[in-house]
């Protein structure tokens, strides 16, 4: 007899065998998938979606489980998945005049700010800066 919990693991797509990698670059007027052969270096799957306006992050992410609905490409296995997010609610600050409680004061110059907006920051080590971002 068995006691505890049952162990649930979450299926994924990353297979270190394969040669195949897939890239999602996500910005807010659109969208693309990329399926590249490590071996070959060729890309063997480019979709684009374009949205003609600026859109919201919840038009992103249903134009995104469209692409992932739409495309049977999308459900192989991939040796790696590389996510790159674009937007220009960012700024860099020197790391020597950066104050992690003034944060929000050096994204209202590049910026609107909204009220539910959480401010986060990461430090850059190669050109001593931070990544201030939304």
Not at 5 to 10: C, L, P, R, S, W
Not at 34 to 60: A, H, M, N
């Amino acid at each position: 007899m068995e006691t505890g919990q049952k162990t649930i693991q979450k299926k994924t797509r990353i297979d270190e065998t394969s040669n195949i990698k897939l890239s999602i670059h996500v910005s807010l007027n659109g969208l693309s998938f990329c399926i590249i052969d490590v071996i070959s270096k060729e890309i063997s799957f480019l979709r684009t979606y374009s949205l003609s306006k600026t859109s919201t992050p919840k038009e992103l992410l249903k134009t995104l489980i469209k692409g992932f609905k739409e495309n049977d490409e999308l459900s192989n296995n991939f040796s790696s998945v590389k996510i790159i997010h674009y937007n220009n609610l960012s700024t860099v600050v020197p790391e020597p005049l950066f104050d992690k409680n003034n944060a929000l004061s050096y994204l209202k110059f590049n910026s609107k700010i909204l009220q539910n907006d959480y401010v986060a920051f990461d430090k850059i080590f190669n050109n001593e800066s931070v990544n201030v971002y939304i």
